[in-house]
C-alpha cells in the first residue's frame, strides 16, 4: 500500500465513531504506517491514535502516542510538526486528567506534566487558563479544599484562549464544582445560558446535564432532572470512555426513588466492568452500582460471561457486596498513591446513597412501586367514604394471596401454558407459580427447542413486568431464534410481534419495533387463530400508540373483531386501548363509551390493572365531578400497589373540582 493510500485510510478513520472499531483500525493502520517509514504519517496517525484512545475508552494507550509524539516534536523539529502543534498542546489536558485515574501512576508524574504544560504554554504566548483548570482538578482529587479554591479562583480570572477548554466543558467543570461545595443555585444558574446556546462539542451537552443532575434536583426542580437525565444518558449509553458519567445517572435514578431504572442501567453497562477505560471510572461506577442494588430487594441480575466466568442470573445483594469491595479496593489504591483519604470518604457516601425526598417519574413504563399504606382512604378523619363503601370489589392482587397449587404430573409443556394463560388472564400468580414450578422440575433438564423458546419468552414476559425493556428485547429475539428452528412460524411471529412493541418502547427506538409488529401482524392473519389474529393487530395499535401515531393507531384496531377473538381479556384490554387513542384524538364521547366498556368487562372478570386504568381514564372524561370522584374510588379498590398514586393523585383533583377540598386532603393521608 502506496503512503497515499496509507493516507487514504488515515482520513478515512478520521471520520469514524469513536470506540472500539475505530481503535483497531487505528492500530493495523500504525502497523503499516511504521512499515513504511513515513515520519509525517507515522507522527500524524499517532496524533489521531491519541484522540481515538481518549474518547474510545482506552486512556492508557494515548499516554504512548502522546509521549511519542511529544519526544518526536522535541528530538527533530520538522516544518509538519508546527501545524500540528496546537493539537499537541491540546493533548496535554488529555494526560493531566488521565494520568489522574490509574493509581498505579505516581502523582507527581501528574505534577510534572502540568509543569511542562505549564513552560510550554508560556514558551508560546498562550494563556495559562487551562493549566490553572488542571491543577484544581489536582487538588480537589487528593481532597486539598484550600489548594482546590486557591486553583479555581486563578482559572476563574484567568483570561480564556483558543487552549481552553470548550464554552460547554469549562462551565460543565464549574457546576461540578459548585455543587461539591453546596451552592447548587449558582451552578444551575452558571448553565442556564450555556445551555440555551448552541454546544457542538463531543462531550456537550451530556456532560453538563449530568452535572446538573444533583442541583436540578436540590433546588426543587425535579422535571429539568428528568429531563436531564433522559437527554443525557441517551446519548452517554453506548460510549464505553463515559462509564463515569453513567454511573452517576444510576446515581440519580437511585436517589430519585427509581430502583429498578438504576438496577437496569446497573444490568446493562455491568460487562464494562471487565474492560473498564480506567480504575477510576470503575471505581465510581462499582459504587454507585452497589449502592442501586442494595435497593432492589430480593432480585436478580443478569451477569454476561467473561474471561473466567460463566453468563448468569447473580443475586443482587451478592453483587452489591462484591462490587462494594472492588469500590473500596479501588479508592484504597488512589489514597495510598495521593497520601490522603479522600478517596475512600468520597467512595463511602456514594456506597451509603438510597432514595431520598420526593420521588421524580421518569415515565410511564418506569415506575417505583411504593408500600401500600394500611390507612383505608376516608372523606374525613376516621370516616368511611360513602363511595368507597358503593365501589365493587374486585380481584386486584391486594394483601397476602394462598400460595398457587400447580399439579404435580404437569410436564413442561404444560406448566409453560398454564404459564402462558395466566398472563394472559392477569393472573400473575398462577404466572410466576408455574414458571418456578417448571424451573424446580425441569430447569436443568434437555429441552427442546420450542419448549426453551417458550421458557424464553416468558422469562422476557417477567422482564418486561420489572421494566427491564433491555433484557426483555435481548430475550424475546433469542426466542424469536429458537421457536424459527424448531418451525413454529405461529409462535415466532407471535414473540415477534412482541418484541416490536418492546422496541417501540425502549431507548433504542427505531423504525425496526413498527415493522417487526406489522410482519407479525400480517403473517398472523394468513396462519393463526382468531385470538392471535386479534392480537397481533393490537400490538400493532400499541407499537404505533408509543410512537404517538393516535389516528394510524385507532386504525390498526378496527381491524381487530368486536369479540377479539373470543378472548374477554383481550376485549378489555382492547377496549381501554381504543379509549385512550380516542381521547387523544379528542373524540371524547366515544373515548368515555371504549374505557367504559374496559371497566365494565374487567369487573366481570375480576381484573384489578384493567378496571383500574379504565377508571382512571373515566374520570379525566367525564364532566360531573361527582363521576370522576365515583370511578376513582372503584380504580382505588382494584388498584395494584404501583398504580395507587395516580388514582390518589386524579381522585383529590375531582374531590376539589367537586368543591370538598377537606376530603381532598384527607384522600391523601
Same mark, same amino acid.
Given at each position: 500500500?502506496?503512503?497515499?493510500?496509507?493516507?487514504?485510510?488515515?482520513?478515512?478513520?478520521?471520520?469514524?465513531?469513536?470506540?472500539?472499531?475505530?481503535?483497531?483500525?487505528?492500530?493495523?493502520?500504525?502497523?503499516?504506517?511504521d512499515a513504511a517509514d513515513d515520519r509525517h504519517l507515522a507522527f500524524v496517525t499517532r496524533m489521531q491514535a491519541t484522540t481515538g484512545y481518549i474518547y474510545g475508552g482506552e486512556p492508557a494507550k494515548s499516554f504512548v502516542t502522546f509521549s511519542w509524539c511529544l519526544s518526536e516534536f522535541d528530538r527533530d523539529p520538522q516544518p509538519y510538526h508546527q501545524r500540528h502543534l496546537h493539537q499537541l498542546l491540546w493533548h496535554f489536558k488529555y494526560m493531566a486528567s488521565g494520568l489522574l485515574k490509574f493509581p498505579e501512576v505516581p502523582l507527581d508524574r501528574t505534577y510534572a506534566v502540568l509543569d511542562d504544560m505549564e513552560r510550554r504554554y508560556r514558551a508560546g504566548g498562550h494563556s495559562?487558563?487551562?493549566?490553572?483548570?488542571?491543577?484544581?482538578?489536582?487538588?480537589?482529587?487528593?481532597?486539598?479544599?484550600?489548594?482546590?479554591?486557591?486553583?479555581?479562583?486563578?482559572?476563574?480570572?484567568?483570561?480564556?484562549?483558543?487552549?481552553?477548554?470548550?464554552?460547554?466543558?469549562?462551565?460543565?467543570?464549574?457546576?461540578?464544582?459548585?455543587?461539591?461545595?453546596?451552592?447548587?443555585?449558582?451552578?444551575?444558574?452558571?448553565?442556564?445560558?450555556?445551555?440555551?446556546?448552541?454546544?457542538?462539542?463531543?462531550?456537550?451537552?451530556?456532560?453538563?446535564?449530568?452535572?446538573?443532575?444533583?442541583?436540578?434536583?436540590?433546588?426543587?426542580?425535579?422535571?429539568?432532572?428528568?429531563?436531564?437525565?433522559?437527554?443525557?444518558?441517551?446519548?452517554?449509553?453506548?460510549?464505553?470512555?463515559?462509564?463515569?458519567?453513567?454511573?452517576?445517572?444510576?446515581?440519580?435514578?437511585?436517589?430519585?426513588?427509581?430502583?429498578?431504572?438504576?438496577?437496569?442501567?446497573?444490568?446493562?453497562?455491568?460487562?464494562?466492568?471487565?474492560?473498564?477505560?480506567?480504575?477510576?471510572?470503575?471505581?465510581?461506577?462499582?459504587?454507585?452500582?452497589?449502592?442501586?442494588?442494595?435497593?432492589?430487594?430480593?432480585?436478580?441480575?443478569?451477569?454476561?460471561?467473561?474471561?473466567?466466568?460463566?453468563?448468569?442470573?447473580?443475586?443482587?445483594?451478592?453483587?452489591?457486596?462484591?462490587?462494594?469491595?472492588?469500590?473500596?479496593?479501588?479508592?484504597?489504591?488512589?489514597?495510598?498513591?495521593?497520601?490522603?483519604?479522600?478517596?475512600?470518604?468520597?467512595?463511602?457516601?456514594?456506597?451509603?446513597?438510597?432514595?431520598?425526598?420526593?420521588?421524580?417519574?421518569?415515565?410511564?413504563?418506569?415506575?417505583?412501586?411504593?408500600?401500600?399504606?394500611?390507612?383505608?382512604?376516608?372523606?374525613?378523619?376516621?370516616?368511611?367514604?360513602?363511595?368507597?363503601?358503593?365501589?365493587?370489589?374486585?380481584?386486584?392482587?391486594?394483601?397476602?394471596?394462598?400460595?398457587?397449587?400447580?399439579?404435580?404430573? @404437569?410436564?413442561?409443556? %404444560?406448566? /409453560?401454558?398454564? $404459564?402462558? *394463560?395466566?398472563?394472559?388472564? &392477569? =393472573? !400473575?400468580?398462577?404466572?410466576?407459580?408455574?414458571?418456578?414450578?417448571?424451573?424446580?422440575?425441569?430447569?436443568?433438564?434437555?429441552?427442546?427447542?420450542?419448549?426453551?423458546?417458550?421458557?424464553?419468552?416468558?422469562?422476557?414476559?417477567?422482564?418486561?413486568?420489572?421494566?427491564?425493556?433491555?433484557?426483555?428485547?435481548?430475550?424475546?429475539?433469542?426466542?424469536?431464534?429458537?421457536?424459527?428452528?424448531?418451525?413454529?412460524?405461529?409462535?415466532?411471529?407471535?414473540?415477534?410481534?412482541?418484541?416490536?412493541?418492546?422496541?417501540?418502547?425502549?431507548?433504542?427506538?427505531?423504525?425496526?419495533?413498527?415493522?417487526?409488529?406489522?410482519?407479525? @401482524?400480517?403473517?398472523? %392473519?394468513? /396462519?393463526?387463530? $382468531?385470538? *392471535?389474529?386479534?392480537?397481533? &393487530? =393490537? !400490538?400493532?395499535?400499541?407499537?404505533?400508540?408509543?410512537?404517538?401515531?393516535?389516528?394510524?393507531?385507532?386504525?390498526?384496531?378496527?381491524?381487530?373483531?368486536?369479540?377479539?377473538?373470543?378472548?374477554?381479556?383481550?376485549?378489555?384490554?382492547?377496549?381501554?386501548?381504543?379509549?385512550?387513542?380516542?381521547?387523544?384524538?379528542?373524540?371524547?364521547?366515544?373515548?368515555?363509551?371504549?374505557?367504559?366498556?374496559?371497566?365494565?368487562?374487567?369487573?366481570?372478570?375480576?381484573?384489578?390493572?384493567?378496571?383500574?386504568?379504565?377508571?382512571?381514564?373515566y374520570a379525566r372524561l367525564v364532566d360531573d365531578p361527582a363521576d370522576a370522584v365515583a370511578a376513582c374510588d372503584e380504580a382505588l379498590e382494584a388498584a395494584p400497589a404501583d398504580a395507587e398514586l395516580p388514582v390518589r393523585v386524579a381522585r383529590g383533583r375531582a374531590l376539589l373540582a367537586a368543591g370538598r377540598a377537606r376530603a381532598a386532603v384527607y384522600g391523601f393521608v
Open positions: 500500500m502506496s503512503d497515499e493510500d496509507l493516507w487514504r485510510v488515515l482520513r478515512g478513520i478520521a471520520d469514524m465513531p469513536y470506540g472500539a472499531g475505530q481503535i483497531a483500525a487505528l492500530e493495523q493502520l500504525l502497523r503499516r504506517v495559562l487558563q487551562a493549566v490553572h483548570k488542571h491543577r484544581f482538578r489536582v487538588a480537589e482529587h487528593v481532597g486539598d479544599v484550600e489548594a482546590a479554591a486557591h486553583w479555581y479562583r486563578l482559572w476563574q480570572t484567568t483570561p480564556r484562549d483558543e487552549l481552553s477548554d470548550c464554552a460547554g466543558c469549562d462551565p460543565t467543570s464549574q457546576v461540578s464544582y459548585l455543587a461539591d461545595t453546596g451552592r447548587d443555585a449558582e451552578a444551575v444558574a452558571l448553565a442556564e445560558p450555556v445551555l440555551a446556546g448552541r454546544l457542538t462539542c463531543t462531550e456537550q451537552p451530556q456532560a453538563i446535564l449530568t452535572a446538573l443532575l444533583l442541583p436540578y434536583l436540590r433546588t426543587g426542580r425535579a422535571e429539568e432532572a428528568r429531563d436531564a437525565h433522559r437527554e443525557a444518558y441517551r446519548r452517554l449509553r453506548g460510549n464505553l470512555a463515559d462509564l463515569w458519567d453513567i454511573a452517576d445517572h444510576v446515581e440519580f435514578c437511585t436517589l430519585t426513588g427509581n430502583e429498578a431504572r438504576a438496577v437496569e442501567l446497573v444490568e446493562r453497562h455491568l460487562d464494562w466492568l471487565d474492560r473498564p477505560p480506567s480504575p477510576a471510572a470503575a471505581m465510581h461506577f462499582a459504587a454507585a452500582a452497589s449502592a442501586a442494588l442494595r435497593q432492589a430487594g430480593p432480585s436478580t441480575v443478569y451477569r454476561r460471561a467473561a474471561e473466567g466466568r460463566p453468563a448468569a442470573e447473580v443475586s443482587a445483594a451478592s453483587l452489591a457486596d462484591e462490587l462494594a469491595e472492588t469500590a473500596a479496593g479501588l479508592a484504597a489504591r488512589f489514597d495510598a498513591r495521593n497520601g490522603t483519604s479522600q478517596q475512600s470518604e468520597w467512595i463511602a457516601r456514594r456506597l451509603a446513597v438510597q432514595a431520598s425526598g420526593e420521588h421524580v417519574p421518569l415515565s410511564a413504563s418506569v415506575r417505583r412501586r411504593p408500600a401500600r399504606p394500611t390507612r383505608p382512604v376516608t372523606d374525613e378523619p376516621g370516616t368511611p367514604a360513602s363511595s368507597t363503601e358503593r365501589a365493587e370489589r374486585v380481584r386486584s392482587g391486594k394483601g397476602e394471596r394462598p400460595a398457587v397449587a400447580v399439579p404435580a404430573d @404437569a410436564g413442561p409443556d %404444560d406448566l /409453560l401454558d398454564l $404459564a402462558e *394463560q395466566s398472563w394472559g388472564r &392477569h =393472573d !400473575r400468580a398462577t404466572f410466576r407459580a408455574a414458571l418456578v414450578a417448571f424451573d424446580d422440575r425441569f430447569g436443568s433438564a434437555e429441552l427442546p427447542a420450542r419448549t426453551s423458546a417458550h421458557r424464553l419468552a416468558l422469562r422476557a414476559s417477567e422482564r418486561g413486568d420489572e421494566d427491564d425493556i433491555d433484557g426483555a428485547i435481548k430475550l424475546n429475539r433469542a426466542a424469536v431464534e429458537l421457536y424459527r428452528e424448531a418451525g413454529e412460524e405461529v409462535a415466532a411471529q407471535t414473540v415477534a410481534g412482541r418484541l416490536g412493541v418492546l422496541l417501540t418502547r425502549s431507548d433504542e427506538e427505531t423504525e425496526e419495533g413498527l415493522l417487526l409488529a406489522r410482519e407479525a @401482524a400480517e403473517v398472523l %392473519d394468513r /396462519l393463526g387463530d $382468531a385470538g *392471535q389474529r386479534a392480537a397481533g &393487530h =393490537d !400490538r400493532v395499535a400499541l407499537a404505533l400508540l408509543h410512537r404517538e401515531r393516535w389516528a394510524d393507531a385507532l386504525a390498526a384496531l378496527d381491524r381487530v373483531p368486536a369479540d377479539a377473538g373470543g378472548d374477554r381479556h383481550l376485549a378489555a384490554r382492547i377496549a381501554l386501548h381504543r379509549g385512550h387513542l380516542l381521547e387523544q384524538l379528542d373524540r371524547v364521547d366515544e373515548a368515555r363509551a371504549a374505557v367504559d366498556e374496559a371497566r365494565r368487562i374487567g369487573r366481570e372478570l375480576g381484573v384489578g390493572e384493567v378496571v383500574t386504568g379504565a377508571g382512571l381514564a
